[in-house]
């Protein structure tokens, strides 16, 4: 490679480097999460439910999100399959409880994962059932909100808990 070109090629990646928006200097800054902040999300995903809406549930996701659910050997890596999954999960009117958990905190990232029960009814007599399962919830921060970007949940092998 001539000088010339091989100082050319560098001035041209400094000249990128510092070459940044004000917007794509904001993408860079990692948002401020907490302890507490992410357990909350899961009221959130709650709550969500409780609403018996699909579409308000699907809405906690984000673009690309995946979700590989207890009651479904589908996973699910678009909206309409994360929608289609709670239009008959919702009719067993789930209400979840966080068991055991452990948090991670990233740059945008977090995750919490651990273990849950979920109270079932039975869309035709109403009886009520426990479901206890492992979960992992990965939440992504872009758009100025924090969003499920994951969310794997598998019922617990039989004798275990």
């Known amino acids: 490679m001539n000088k010339k070109f091989a100082f050319a090629a560098s001035a041209a990646v400094a000249l990128a480097c510092v070459s940044v928006t004000p917007a794509q200097a904001r993408a860079e800054r990692c948002a401020v999460a907490t302890r507490p ?32 659910p207890t009651l479904s050997n589908v996973p699910r890596t678009d909206p309409a399959g994360i929608r289609d999954y709670f239009v008959e999960f919702l009719k067993k009117k789930p209400i979840g409880r966080v068991d055991s958990s452990t948090v991670r905190i990233g740059c ?54």
Do not use: C
């Open 37 to 68: 902040m992410v357990e909350a999300q899961f009221n959130r995903f709650n709550a969500a439910l409780a609403t018996g809406n699909p579409g308000t549930v699907t809405a906690l996701f984000g673009p690309g999100a995946a979700l590989l």
């Open 108 to 161: 945008n990232m977090a995750s919490r994962v651990g273990t849950w029960t979920v109270s079932l009814a039975d869309p035709n007599t109403g009886v009520r059932s426990d479901v206890k399962a492992r979960f992992s919830f990965v939440y992504r921060y872009a758009g100025g909100r924090w969003m499920i970007d994951h969310l794997h949940s598998s019922v617990m092998p039989e004798g275990q808990h």
